[in-house]
């Protein structure tokens, strides 16, 4: 079974060309900083709370300016650790479609080279739609999971972001 199980993908694999180990490669870094950004919340997000919290309340005076500049500093600080590789997995999924349409390209070309050599060969043809069609669904299935994931993530961010924001008063 799971030699048929790794048969099938590296057929798969072939027949899509290389850029699909880039698309595979962008993807798995994907879903590995998304599932980072799960763990932080689930595990360390606490303490940063925490750690900012007890520093703004340890403050004696916080309705100045500088308290506000020193308060916006804090949070500055904290938004930067909450969002973390953020802009890393947006750019992922900005780049799987890419990287399929890369393969689009390259499979094209394929195309073209087999017409130009064989004539109207419809066999090496086939390999070259096939791999022209393969990375361009896997790209965008890639990018719409990791939409999926980074919405996820950006809701739970936005929400962290403000309820921190709540917490650090500025009433005495």
């Not at 802009?87 to 479609?97: N, S, Y």
């Not at 669904?137 to 709540?166: K, N, P, Q, V």
Request: aromatic share 8%.
């Amino acid at each position: 079974m799971e030699a048929n199980l790794f048969l099938l993908i590296s057929r798969f694999f072939d027949q899509g060309g290389d850029v699909l180990y880039l698309i595979a490669l962008t993807t798995f870094l994907m879903w590995s900083l998304i599932f980072e950004r799960g763990w932080y919340f689930l595990r360390e997000h606490r303490s940063l709370v925490r750690r900012v919290t007890e520093k703004w309340e340890n403050r004696e005076e916080r309705k100045s300016w500088g308290a506000h500049a020193i308060r916006e500093s804090m949070l500055s600080e904290a938004r930067a650790e909450i969002r973390g590789s953020m802009p890393i997995i947006l750019t992922c999924v900005t780049l799987c479609p890419l990287l399929g349409l890369l393969g689009t390209v390259t499979g094209m070309i394929q195309v073209f080279d087999a017409m130009a050599s064989q004539g109207g060969n419809a066999r090496s043809m086939a390999a070259g739609v096939s791999a022209a069609t393969i990375p361009t669904m896997c790209g965008m299935i890639a990018s719409l999971s990791g939409i999926m994931g980074s919405t996820i993530i950006r809701r739970r961010i936005e929400h962290e972001t403000e309820s921190l924001e709540d917490q650090l008063s500025l009433d005495h």
